[in-house]
């Protein structure tokens, strides 16, 4: 019972990371054979309810004063980001819920996750990612018809979706793979696997080329001296642009064989764009890159402070020194995953799922002047960790 008592809010992040990207039926237009049984549709249908409850309960039974720190500031940013997008919309009748929620979500992560201990918040989310993972790696051998085209669903309303969780499941594994114990490292291997294997399954060529996007940074962050950084990006650019062109044994992007429709979509988002609209028309239609949908939704006010997150929370990364936070490497990760995935996925604009969440935690984690207890860390990844 102590146990429980202690990491009651631990318990309750890593709920809601796993439930964040269950979503319903993709429907008719989407995939024509998709069917999950009764229990996982009940849960995609009430999951939402479900996060946003655990997250009115944990500030419920928080009794800790609110103190503003000085990194907030991204988090203040891309709150204000989500303000202005639910304001843009022209559905009156969501607008009051969509608020709440954003009002609700900034307030969890700011008060509640940003003092929890980092090195268990890392913890229970990896394993989070991981079981929600997990799950569609079981639904592509238990439930083919989770699978449309080739391309595995699971329990998300579409494949892209199921990879990039993957892939932040990925690099969870890889960041405990290289602190862990070695009995551990057959565990997190396993993890790392079957992450993979979602990607592959999913088709989703964004997860896997953003898996292997963060991989080449964490190399580049380890590496040292100047030439070889140098031959690194260079080969690395390369690596990327081959793996853009591989096929994957499919005939296109598009898994109901209609032709590849990201290239009609980002013409329509671009000619939107380009009349640099102050404020935007919403959240609404398809949506396959994150910034360009930002400008269109939100308008140029609510792009600048999408922006403002980003930039300002690189500036905070790159200013840390890996001495200092040994999460560095782990956050560098994230964020160079999150932000190239985002390239061809309109994530950033949902208020729910495991990407989305993943950039709050990102935001709202200490990297700076972040002093960590060496002796404690290396305890921790000694017990399992």
Not at 41 to 53: P, R
Not at 205 to 218: D, E, G, P
Not at 299 to 322: A, M
Request: net charge positive.
């Amino acid at each position: 019972m102590h146990h429980i008592k202690k990491f009651k809010f631990y318990y309750l992040l890593g709920v809601i990371f796993f439930l964040a990207s269950f979503r319903g039926d993709p429907g008719s237009g989407e995939a024509l054979t998709y069917k999950v049984p009764a229990y996982i549709a009940f849960i995609q249908k009430v999951s939402i309810y479900i996060v946003i409850l655990i997250m009115i309960v944990s500030l419920f039974f928080d009794k800790n004063k609110f103190r503003y720190q000085s990194y907030y500031k991204e988090s203040i940013f891309f709150f204000i980001f989500f303000i202005i997008l639910v304001l843009s919309g022209n559905n009156n009748d969501e607008l009051f819920y969509r608020l709440i929620f954003s009002v609700i979500t900034f307030l969890y992560f700011v008060k509640i996750v940003s003092r929890l201990e980092l090195h268990y918040v890392v913890l229970f989310v990896s394993f989070s990612a991981f079981a929600f993972t997990l799950v569609n790696f079981l639904c592509y051998f238990l439930l083919p018809t989770t699978i449309w085209n080739g391309r595995l669903f699971g329990v998300t309303s579409h494949p892209n979706f199921t990879g990039v969780a993957a892939c932040i499941s990925a690099i969870f594994s890889v960041y405990f793979l290289m602190n862990v114990r070695w009995k551990l490292k057959f565990l997190y291997l396993f993890m790392l696997s079957i992450a993979i294997a979602v990607c592959v399954f999913s088709g989703s060529r964004n997860s896997i080329i953003s898996f292997v996007f963060a991989f080449l940074v964490c190399l580049f962050i380890k590496t040292k001296g100047f030439a070889p950084k140098v031959m690194l990006v260079l080969i690395s650019l390369l690596f990327i642009l081959l793996l853009l062109n591989i096929d994957f044994s499919m005939s296109s992007l598009d898994y109901e064989g209609r032709g590849n429709t990201r290239e009609g979509t980002w013409k329509a988002m671009s000619d939107a764009a380009l009349e640099l609209p102050i404020f935007g028309i919403g959240k609404s239609g398809a949506s396959s890159n994150s910034y360009l949908f930002a400008i269109v939704a939100s308008g140029i006010l609510g792009f600048l402070f999408l922006i403002g997150s980003i930039i300002g929370y690189l500036k905070r990364l790159t200013t840390s020194k890996i001495t200092k936070n040994s999460y560095i490497l782990l956050f560098s990760m994230l964020i160079a995953a999150l932000l190239f995935a985002a390239m061809f996925e309109g994530f950033f604009l949902d208020q729910v799922g495991l990407p989305i969440f993943t950039y709050w935690l990102l935001l709202v984690v200490r990297t700076d002047n972040y002093n960590v207890n060496f002796k404690d860390e290396k305890q921790f990844f000694k017990m399992g960790y």
